[in-house]
Structures are given as structure tokens and as C-alpha cells.
């Protein structure tokens, strides 16, 4: 008969959670302990613990990180204000890094040192300045053309909108038609853009279909013809569409002489 394996063999060994665990100077490592006094120190407190393990007694002083005051230039579109924010003086501050203030989020774009230099990651200690923007709704430029007319505008919109060339949108009651939107690396025709990406989007008046109402006997028996005035059962193609689908290369070719 063959020997079977424990059953505990099969399971992996349970994760042993530590009670207040922290660093035992005899252990030299983490281990679990027991309070055996404590006392309030300041803004911190002092704990005299017992470790588990070796029994070395020993005390720990708990103390909050000193705050720092880092003034950010916070910047909306085309005004910027500077907010001085209080945080922990150990804090590891980054660029990209998203916070909240004044109930709108800023991402921070840049990090001034004490020393004149530029981080992309530091101690809130060594920080003279920061900047952020406005991170959860952009500015969306815009160029809008009414015939030979053009003139600038701004959107502002969520920062997860997107726009499609082509495509029709509504601002202020108008309709306008998305012509092209400029990325950086050039204008697009097609496509579909996040608003964050868009450096600037060229608007057109979309025709007006008045523009196109036949208006002469001629253009009205024609459009009749077109079926473009209602129901016709043999509608007639217009002569431009009808001269697109000819190919003058579709001739008979000649055969040789023999």
C-alpha cells in the first residue's frame, strides 16, 4: 500500500500577522511586541515595548513629520493664481502628481528646488516652488471660420471629451462643423481626438440647405427630375455624377492590321 503525504503538505503555510510590529534592535528585524507603557510626548507619543521573540525591552518615540508650506502657482487657461499648501516635510512629491484644491484637481507640471534646480521627484523639505494645472477640465482653442470671417474662441471642457473631424457640435445655439484639428505634429482631417491632445480645432459653418433650393422653373423641373422635390419613380442622375462614372479609357481598343 502506498505511503500518502500529510495533508498539511498540501497547504501553504499560513501569512503570521505581527501585533505592533516594529523594529527590534536585539532581533535586528521586524517583529511583533507588547506595549507595556505609554505616554504621550508633544504632538507624538512614547511607547516602552517588549519584544516577543527575545523579550528585549525597549522604547520608541512616535512623532509626527514636521510640515512644510510650498507655494504653487496653480494655473486655469489663461490665469494662474499661487495657493501655499501645507504638507508633511518627509512627503516624496512627483511630477503627474494629482491633488485636490479649492474642489478642482491640479496635476503638478513643475518642481523648483532650494538650490535653482529642476526635479522630477523630491522631498517636500527640498522644494522651494511647484506649479500645477488644471487637471480635470482643459481649454480647447478654437478657430471659427463664417465665410471669409474667422475669429478665436475657447472651450472648456472634462478632460475625457473627445472630437471627431468632420463631425457636427453644438456651441451657443450654433452648429458648427469640425474641419480639421491640429494635435502638434500637424492637422488632422479624420479622426477622433481626447480634448487634452488638441492644440487647436478649426471650426466651419456647416452649408445651409436654403443655400441649395432650386429657385428658377429650370432648377425646379431639374431637382423634380433628381428626385429631390418629393417622390419620383424614376429619379434622373445629375450629369455630374453620371460624368464621374465614365472612363474615357474605357474605349474599344482598335485590333492590329495584319
Known amino acids: 500500500m502506498e505511503e500518502t503525504e500529510p495533508m498539511d503538505d498540501f497547504f501553504e503555510e499560513e501569512e503570521v500577522l505581527l501585533e505592533n510590529a516594529v ?18 510626548k508633544g504632538t507624538g507619543r512614547d511607547y516602552l515595548l517588549k519584544c516577543i521573540d527575545c523579550s528585549k525591552v ?15 502657482i496653480l494655473t486655469e487657461g489663461p490665469t494662474s493664481s499661487t495657493s501655499r499648501l501645507e504638507i508633511d516635510a518627509d512627503e516624496m512629491i512627483e511630477l503627474e502628481d494629482v491633488f485636490k484644491e479649492e474642489e478642482k484637481l491640479w496635476k503638478i507640471n513643475q518642481i523648483e528646488l532650494k538650490n535653482g534646480k529642476f526635479a522630477k521627484r523630491a522631498e517636500a523639505s527640498l522644494i522651494a516652488r511647484a506649479s500645477a494645472l488644471r487637471s480635470d477640465m ?26 471627431t473631424a468632420g463631425h457636427l457640435i453644438d456651441i451657443e445655439g450654433k452648429t458648427w462643423r469640425i474641419r480639421a484639428i491640429h494635435t502638434g505634429r500637424g492637422r488632422t482631417l479624420r479622426g477622433t481626438v481626447d480634448a487634452p491632445d488638441i492644440k487647436r480645432m478649426y471650426l466651419h459653418e456647416p452649408p445651409n440647405p436654403e443655400h441649395f433650393a432650386p429657385r428658377t422653373p429650370r432648377e425646379r423641373r431639374q431637382a423634380w427630375k433628381e ?14 455624377i453620371v460624368k464621374k462614372g465614365v472612363n474615357p479609357n474605357n474605349r474599344r481598343k482598335k485590333r492590329p492590321r495584319r
Not at 525597549?58 to 504653487?72: D, G, K, M, N
Not at 480647447?140 to 478632460?159: F, N, Q, W, Y
Request: proline residues 12%; aromatic residues 4%.
Open 23 to 40: 523594529h527590534c534592535p536585539m532581533c535586528d528585524e521586524l517583529t511583533g511586541h507588547e506595549i507595556l507603557k505609554e505616554k504621550a
Open 58 to 72: 525597549h522604547t520608541v518615540h512616535l512623532r509626527p513629520p514636521p510640515v512644510v508650506e510650498i507655494p504653487f
Open 138 to 163: 482643459v481649454r480647447v482653442k478654437l478657430t471659427m471660420t463664417r465665410g471669409e470671417d474667422s475669429e478665436a474662441d475657447v472651450l472648456i471642457v472634462p478632460e475625457e471629451t473627445k472630437y
Open 227 to 240: 428626385g429631390r422635390l418629393g417622390y419620383n419613380p424614376n429619379p434622373v442622375l445629375p450629369k455630374e
